[in-house]
C-alpha cells in the first residue's frame, strides 16, 4: 500500500471543475494580476477568519516579512523567534533587517516556550514571532500580557493552522498574523500564495503597499515596496478549496483522534493538545524515544519510507544549527528542548482523504519499525 504524506491528488478531484470554470473566467476577463477573483478570495477568507482585514500575497515567506515590517521593525530590532520552525520565519526577519534571538520550545507541544521567549526581551526588542506549528496556537495571551504597552508587537506566523482557534478566537483577531497556502497547508493553492490577515485596516494598508511595489494606484509610489502579489489562478483554487476548508478540517481532527487510538501502547510519544486550542492538524508529529538506539528515529522513516509511507520529518534542524544561520552565534546545547525533538520528531501521513485502511497500514509498519 502507498500512503502519501499528503494527498494532492485526492483534494484536486473534489475541486476540479470549480477550478477549472474559474479559471475560464479568468482567461475570459484577461485578469490575471488582481481583479476579482484575488479580491473575492481576500473577503471571504477574512470572512473565514473572523479578521476583519487579509491581504493576498505571492507567498508565506513574503507575508512574514511583510507582517514585521508593517509592525515597525527594521535595521537593528530584536525579533524573537522559536528555535523549531520552517526556516522561512528566521529568513524573513533577517530580510527586514532585523537582529534574530531565538527561544527554546515546549517540550509537549514544541510550541514556542513563552516564558525562555520573555526572558529573551530587551530594550532593542521590537517583536516576538510565536509560530503557530502543526495546527495549533502558540499561547498568545501570555505574550501579549506580559508585552502589552511595552511597544513589542506580537506577528503571528500561523502558516500552519487556517481554521485553527486559541480560546475561541482565532491568529490576528487583535494583531496581525502572517500565513501561507503552500500547496501541502491545509488551505494550499497550486503553487505559491500567501496573505496576512489583521483587525487593524492601517497594518493591511501598510502590507498592500509593500506587496504592491510601494502604491495602491498605477505609477503612485508612497514606500519602496517589493513585487508580492496574489496570482489569480492561485485566488481561483483557494476559493475553491476554502469552501471546504471547515469540513476538512473536520475530517483531519478525526483522522487525528483514530491516531490516537491506533498508536495506543506504541512506543512513540503522541502529540498533546494544549488547552484552549481547537486544533486543525496540519501535520500529526508523534515523538520516537531513541532508549539508546542512536538515530532510532531515522531508521524507523527508513523503514515506513520503504514500505510506502510517506512520512516526513518537520523540522529535522533547529534554526540555530543549520548553516545558514550559523552566523546568529548559538551553539549546540543552547536550545536543549528544541535541540531534542529535532532528533525524535517524525510526522505521520494526514490529511482529510485518508482512510481507516491506510492509517491502519500507517501504524502497522510504524509497530514493526520500532520493534
Known amino acids: 500500500m502507498n500512503v502519501p504524506l499528503v494527498d494532492l491528488r485526492a483534494a484536486h478531484v473534489e475541486v476540479a471543475e470549480e477550478v477549472s470554470a474559474g ?3 479568468i ?44 509592525a515597525g521593525v527594521g535595521p537593528g530590532d530584536e525579533v524573537i523567534i522559536p528555535a523549531n520552525t520552517f ?37 532593542a526588542t521590537k517583536a516576538i514571532v510565536p509560530v503557530h506549528l502543526y495546527g495549533q496556537m502558540a499561547p498568545l495571551e501570555r505574550l501579549k500580557s506580559a508585552v502589552g504597552g511595552s511597544g513589542v508587537t506580537i506577528v503571528e506566523d500561523a502558516a500552519q493552522c487556517q481554521g485553527a482557534l486559541r480560546h475561541g ?13 503552500y500547496p501541502g497547508k491545509n488551505l494550499g ?25 510601494g502604491g495602491l494606484t498605477r505609477y503612485t509610489h508612497e514606500v519602496i515596496g517589493f ?17 471546504r476548508l471547515a469540513g476538512w478540517n ?20 503522541r502529540p498533546v493538545t494544549a488547552d484552549g486550542n481547537e486544533h486543525v492538524w496540519h ?23 520503504a514500505a510506502g509511507v510517506g512520512a516526513a520529518l518537520h523540522y529535522p534542524t533547529p534554526v540555530h544549527l543549520t548553516p545558514a544561520f550559523a552566523g546568529l552565534g548559538y551553539a549546540a546545547g543552547d536550545f536543549p528542548n528544541a535541540e531534542q525533538v529535532a532528533t525524535e520528531i517524525l510526522s505521520l501521513p494526514l490529511y482529510p482523504q485518508i482512510t481507516p485502511e491506510q492509517q491502519e497500514y500507517v501504524v502497522s509498519v510504524l509497530a514493526d519499525a520500532l520493534g
Open 23 to 25: 479559471l475560464h473566467r
Open 27 to 70: 482567461m475570459a476577463a484577461t485578469a490575471f494580476v488582481g481583479g476579482e477573483e484575488v479580491a473575492a478570495f481576500e473577503r471571504e477568507y477574512a470572512a473565514f477568519t473572523g479578521v476583519a482585514n487579509c491581504v493576498g500575497l505571492a507567498n508565506g515567506t513574503d507575508a512574514v516579512e511583510f507582517a514585521l515590517r508593517a
Open 87 to 123: 526556516v522561512a520565519t528566521a529568513e524573513a526577519a533577517h530580510r527586514a533587517g532585523a537582529k534574530i534571538v531565538l527561544a527554546d520550545v515546549d517540550p509537549a507541544t514544541y510550541l514556542m516556550d513563552v516564558e525562555d521567549a520573555l526572558a529573551r526581551v530587551t530594550p
Open 169 to 181: 478566537l482565532p491568529a490576528g483577531h487583535d494583531g496581525i498574523a502572517a500565513t501561507s497556502f
Open 189 to 213: 493553492a497550486y503553487g505559491d500564495a500567501g496573505a496576512v490577515v489583521t483587525a487593524d485596516p492601517d497594518l493591511a494598508r501598510k502590507v498592500r503597499l509593500l506587496g504592491s511595489h
Open 227 to 243: 513585487n508580492s502579489r496574489l496570482d489569480a489562478m492561485q485566488a481561483v483554487v483557494l476559493r475553491a478549496k476554502l469552501a
Open 250 to 269: 473536520e475530517a483531519r481532527r478525526s483522522a487525528a483522534e483514530r491516531y490516537h487510538g491506533l498508536l495506543a501502547g506504541l512506543d512513540v510519544v
Open 283 to 305: 501535520l500529526y508529529v508523534v515523538r520516537v524515544p531513541e532508549r539508546g538506539v542512536p538515530q532510532r528515529r531515522d531508521k524507523v522513516l527508513e523503514q515506513l519510507n
